[in-house]
């Protein structure tokens, strides 16, 4: 994914381009550099799931009995995606000893590189203003609507609307969550596929537009798993990482985290 962000702050890291890096082949042989007590976890301020990846870096520390810290990346890669392998690289390298909300979607995965297992699951519902919508074919004769461009949710709504069943529907892609919702909410669409972390945003800032939200019941997608992205070379903290954010997710924490920050749409 770019980060759920690209599409994770646009919307992840799943979609990636063969280019890479160029890395030296001792870089697979040196060992990690010191971190002390602290563990530095790279995170988007723009994804909508900053919150949750601050709280569950915390919690991760405080289980492997580390300091939590975070840096803040910029999206400043606004075109490619060598560009933004390059700013990761420096990012892991500098600044940070892992990133935070990184897609398992992201194929092929550069060697450099390991994913933590999944601390979060995400998942697409569909938003819309007309009552009791929950799918694209419930909607009304010539509805548009709205999904986060080059997502795994924008590809198989195409893929469905290709096969021709309602072919007066139309399928608008767009580069964010919130300019999914302030389309709908301004009547530019008539509905939009959003992912679960973007729920949030509805709550703040579109409480009083009419915008509905239900379960997307067609076409079915499955749930992307976000994980913590490290250079490949730092086995023992992806081991560290994979034990503590399986005790999180065993106990609910996790589950309890993203449900206080208003990730289930059941509480909408």
Known sequence: MRRLALAL?????????????????????????ARGNRIIFCVWPSSPMVELDRAVGEQIASLQLLEAQFYDVSLVSS??????????FVHLMDNCDAAMG?????????????????????????????????????????????SLMLSQADMTLAMTLSTGNRPDLRRIPYDTPGNILRAIAGGQLEAGIIPNHALPLLLDQYADSGIEVAPLVFPVLETEPVGIVLLSRDAYLRELLDEAIAALRADGTIAELAS?????????
Do not use: C
């Open 9 to 33: 702050a646009v919307s992840s890291l799943a979609t990636v381009a063969s280019a890479q890096p160029m890395v030296q082949s001792d870089f697979y042989e040196g060992a990690a550099r």
């Open 79 to 88: 075109g490619t995606q060598e560009l933004f392998e390059q700013e990761l």
């Open 102 to 146: 990184t897609s398992h979607t992201w194929r092929p995965l550069p060697e450099w590189l390991t994913i933590s297992e999944a601390y979060f699951d995400v998942t697409y519902v569909l938003a819309s203003s007309q009552p009791d919508i929950g799918s694209p074919f419930d909607l009304p004769l010539d509805a548009r609507i709205g």
């Open 260 to 268: 206080n920050l208003g990730f289930d749409p059941k509480g909408l």
